[in-house]
């Protein structure tokens, strides 16, 4: 079974600060990575993916995030960050195979920006 | 941009009780997936359903829950007696093709209490 660890559950920055969340999952096949943000009131919703090519991925609002398959993590970063940052993230995996099937989450970090 | 919409958004409910919870999927996806978070858990992955049928699920999805499709719009999660450890947030998320890779678009939740 997949299990996902975030190893902070709250982070407070400043504006213009840089972040790196970190995220390491456990399982021994190939993964598809997600991260998902929930900005206060609103729904999950996808920040960038990984499934293949490529290990660093770009995704929306600057920001990135970096496979690396030999540390089973997939960080989230973003070199300055914002107000509007503020948020809870979710790292995510789900393995590669056949059919429909739940992805696993993390705990989640709830970042906040202090302006 | 379409969206997946949920109904109610908050529900309280005695012990014991049936509850429903709503869902309507993005319009042309055929994949959809329930999730509940309780309150300072894990997102959860209950279930998945494509072509009137459950897909996958998990060990929490017990006899306690169904899933159906009534229509050709709704998705629901029916928890036929509530206990006190189902109050959670739950999220309904569908996407177009159920592929590992591809994005889970979530509703916004129901956050559902039992007393």
């Known amino acids: 079974a997949q299990s996902v660890s975030q190893h902070n559950h709250h982070v407070i920055l400043s504006e213009a600060a840089s972040l790196e969340l970190g995220c390491n999952y456990s399982?021994?096949?190939?993964?598809?990575l997600f991260w998902y943000v929930q900005y206060p009131g609103q729904h999950l919703q996808l920040l960038l993916k990984y499934f293949s090519g490529d290990p660093l991925v770009k995704g929306i609002k600057g920001f990135e995030a970096e496979f690396i398959k030999s540390k089973f993590s997939f960080n989230l970063r973003k070199p300055s960050v914002q107000w509007s940052d503020t948020a809870e993230y979710f790292c995510a995996v789900i393995s590669e195979g056949g059919g429909a099937d739940g992805l696993t989450f993390g705990k989640g970090t709830h970042l906040i920006i202090q302006p | 941009e379409p969206e997946v919409t949920q109904t109610p958004s908050h529900q309280v409910t005695q012990m014991g009780q049936e509850v429903i919870l709503r869902c309507v999927p993005i319009?042309?996806?055929?994949?959809f997936y329930w999730y509940r978070q309780i309150l300072g858990q894990k997102v959860e992955f209950l279930v998945s359903?494509?072509?009137?049928?459950?897909?996958?699920k998990s060990e929490i999805f017990d006899d306690q829950f169904s899933v159906e499709r009534p229509d050709g719009s709704n998705f629901t999660l029916k928890i036929r007696s509530t206990k006190l450890e189902d109050s959670a947030m739950y999220f309904c998320a569908s996407n177009r093709q159920g592929m590992r890779q591809e994005t889970q678009y979530f509703g916004p939740g129901t956050r559902l209490l039992v007393l």
């Open positions: 359903f494509y072509n009137n049928e459950i897909s996958e």
């Open positions: 399982y021994g096949g190939t993964v598809n």
């Open positions: 319009s042309n996806h055929l994949y």
